[in-house]
């Protein structure tokens, strides 16, 4: 339970400001019906209404500038001008609280195991299509399918070294995976800039939430890239 600072509005006075927005037809992950806050978007909703009028606007504006000062676009596939463009970003951001994202934490996880266990038998036994689980026209016209992999053994049985999961909510609430990416993620670089930029333009967002930090992901890489490098590669300098 976080605590809610004294200067924070009352409930009532956050729920007259919000009325009139709009939730109905559509899972709002930050207000019920009727513009009440979520529970865990409370303190959010309270430092919201506690901006002056246009606070917010601007604060976006200059957000939108350091994104571009700092190079933080990207190009419009199939676009004939090839225009650069910012990278979009909300100033309001999204909460998910530790309870849930440990659940999808967890699936995460348990997916990309079976994700590395499909690749793995599809290159060996292929007792999924043996089962009758997978058909095997799927496998063998697929262009991602190297006839050279076939019997290979990568270190540590990792076939995907890093998978970009796209998740979205439902309007029950619930998240679902959308898709798997299978390489590297090229959206993390944005991740990273993102919330250099949120606690540049808005750092009362952080004051008195515990939130995970980000800023350790290229870490994190470095060690998943160690251990599944042969060892002759780890025991050159380069690598410290």
């Not at 004294?6 to 930050?30: H, K, N, W």
């Not at 995976?177 to 993620?185: A, F, M, Q, T, Y």
């Not at 919330?195 to 998943?224: A, C, H, I």
Request: glycine share 8%; aromatic share 10%; charged share 20%.
């Amino acid at each position: 339970m976080l605590a809610v600072p004294d200067s924070a509005l009352t409930p009532s006075q956050i729920d007259a400001t919000f009325r009139d927005y709009e939730t109905v037809g559509f899972y709002d992950e930050m207000f019920l019906e009727g513009g009440q806050p979520r529970p865990r978007a409370e303190l959010l909703a309270s430092r919201l209404k506690g901006l002056s009028e246009g606070e917010l606007t601007q604060r976006q504006r200059v957000a939108d500038q350091a994104l571009l000062n700092m190079g933080i676009t990207f190009n419009v596939y199939g676009h004939e001008a090839g225009t650069e463009k910012i990278w979009p970003f909300d100033l309001v951001p999204r909460i998910i609280e530790s309870s849930e994202w440990r659940f999808i934490d967890a699936g995460l996880k348990q997916r990309i195991r079976a994700l590395n266990l499909f690749i793995d038998d599809v290159y060996h036994d292929q007792n999924i299509v043996r089962d009758g689980i997978f058909p095997e026209y799927m496998v063998h016209s697929s262009k991602n399918f190297l006839k050279q992999c076939i019997g290979l053994n990568p270190p540590g049985g990792i076939w995907c070294h890093i998978t970009g999961t796209d998740l979205v909510r439902d309007a029950d609430g619930t998240v679902y995976v959308l898709e798997d990416n299978l390489r590297c993620p090229s959206g993390v670089s944005y991740v990273l800039e993102n919330r250099e930029v949120m606690k540049r333009t808005f750092p009362q967002l952080f004051n008195g939430l515990s939130v995970m930090p980000v800023e350790d992901y290229p870490e994190q890489l470095l060690k998943m890239l160690q251990h599944i490098a042969p060892p002759q590669l780890m025991n050159q300098p380069s690598w410290y």
